[in-house]
């Protein structure tokens, strides 16, 4: 048997509706902040991750899912969506052509080969947004703040951790002095991290393997060594997020390890005590649209995993449709059933209809099994007198209508619906 590949999932049947309207939910609400739709293919050309992703990082080093096409090109599937939209960026020109700041988001699948387990997937979602061509810690704010929005809207409870990085002025004395912390320790450290202590130090703090930022406690911090104007950035970006009343805590060990992030860094972890509860993560980065060969624009943005947000919204955040469906007891039914079938289809309720003629008790039980709570049913008796039974399977109450009073049934349909909603609500 061909089954799927390893860390990759199917989506179907209520998890995929549920899913569905999640993303109508996200795009609803970034739309709303003027964010526009940005979309990029699932292939790039691989020096495209090792310039924009990080030669040094795990993702580009261990997870790419990178091969040669039938040309011998070195392509990757996109384990991330920043360098792709600054590729796209450049590549459109559209510092020149497009009003700045420029805001856009992406939802779609990426790839990394991790090892796979709950929360953590070689085909997962995101959703993204970046911000171009500004460069003040409100935008930063409202950037935060937009993925705020997205997880309040599904009513999860969250903890948003917030630092800077510094910048290119500011980090390098700072690195030296991890350098410096480091050296003396080393081999209390996991083998990546003494790598790391020469490649990318940063990285050191945010290590989950030899966890040193929970063994020592005068770990030097960026925000202890901030330059003047990183300092007020920060300053002003702490203002904007209390004015959007995002309640961030300071955490000096959220780092984004490569050079061209500069200043915001920022970790959004739900409050579940679960082990995968990083839903979003970001920052700002100043110099990558210039590193990859743009034009020098400052720029923010950050990135949500939509499984593990999909798996912390409530099981009752989305009330079930009411589904209804419609069945011939007879040969001579059928061809009644097709045009109530279409002029149910005019109408906003979910209605289907199985054309095959059945028992009544077969079709019953057909209609459970489909979670239908309604059941319209053409017999002998009702297809001579072009009427139509109607059905709830809920409370067993029956009407007759005639084939023709669609709009009356579909009043009933939708009436009943209203008052299931409104009841469950109270
Ligand atoms: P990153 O692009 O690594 O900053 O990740 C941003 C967010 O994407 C994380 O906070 C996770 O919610 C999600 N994410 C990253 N990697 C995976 C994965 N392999 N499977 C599922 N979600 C992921």
Not at 103 to 110: A, M, T, V, W
Not at 307 to 330: M, N, V
Not at 367 to 389: N, S
């Amino acid at each position: 048997m061909i089954s799927a590949v390893k860390g990759m999932n199917d989506l179907f049947g209520r998890r995929a509706m549920r899913w569905g309207r999640m993303e109508e939910d996200i795009r609803r609400i970034v739309e709303n902040a003027n964010f526009t739709e940005f979309r990029t293919p699932i292939l790039e050309e691989i020096a495209l991750f090792k310039r924009g992703v990080g030669e040094t990082t795990d993702v580009v080093q261990k997870e790419m899912y990178d091969f040669l096409d039938k040309k011998g090109r070195h392509v990757a599937m996109r384990p991330e969506g920043t360098a792709s939209v600054v590729r796209a960026f450049i590549e459109h020109g559209i510092a020149m052509n497009e009003p700045m700041p420029f805001k856009l988001y992406y939802i779609g699948p990426f790839f990394r080969y991790e090892r796979p387990q709950k929360g953590r997937y070689r085909q997962f979602h995101q959703l993204g947004i970046e911000i171009f061509g500004d460069e003040t810690p409100q935008m930063d704010a409202e950037m935060i703040f937009t993925a705020c929005r997205v997880l309040e809207h599904f009513k999860i409870d969250y903890e948003v951790h917030i630092n800077s990085i510094g910048c290119k002025e500011c980090r390098p004395a700072y690195r030296e002095k991890l350098v410096e912390y480091f050296s003396s320790k080393k081999e209390h450290l996991c083998e990546d991290c003494q790598k790391r202590i020469d490649t990318n130090p940063l990285r050191l703090l945010d290590c989950k393997t030899c966890n040193p930022k929970a063994k020592y406690h005068d770990i030097p911090v960026m925000t202890d060594n901030l330059c003047g104007s990183c300092d007020t950035h920060f300053k002003q970006l702490k203002d904007a997020l209390e004015i959007f009343h995002v309640n961030g805590i300071i955490d000096p060990f959220i780092v984004r390890g490569l050079d061209y992030y500069t200043r915001t860094a920022f970790e959004i972890v739900a409050n579940t005590g679960g082990s995968q509860n990083a839903v979003a993560g970001g920052g700002r980065y100043d110099n990558l649209v210039s590193d990859i060969g743009g034009p020098d624009t400052p720029a923010t943005g950050f990135a949500m995993g939509l499984e593990r947000l999909f798996d912390l919204i409530s099981e009752d955040f989305y009330t079930e449709p009411l589904i209804s469906a419609g069945y011939a007891l007879c040969d001579e039914a059928v061809d009644d059933l097709v045009h109530f079938a279409k002029h149910m289809s005019h109408h906003p309720v979910r209605f289907f209809a199985d054309y095959k003629p059945k028992k009544f008790k077969k079709a019953l039980q057909k209609a459970d099994k489909a979670g239908a709570e309604f059941m319209f049913i053409i017999g002998e008796d009702e297809a001579k007198d072009k009427k139509i039974l109607m059905k709830n399977l809920n409370t067993g109450e029956q009407k007759l209508f005639g084939q023709h009073e669609v709009i009356l049934i579909v009043n009933e349909l939708l009436n009943y619906e209203s008052g299931k909603f409104s009841a469950t609500k109270v």
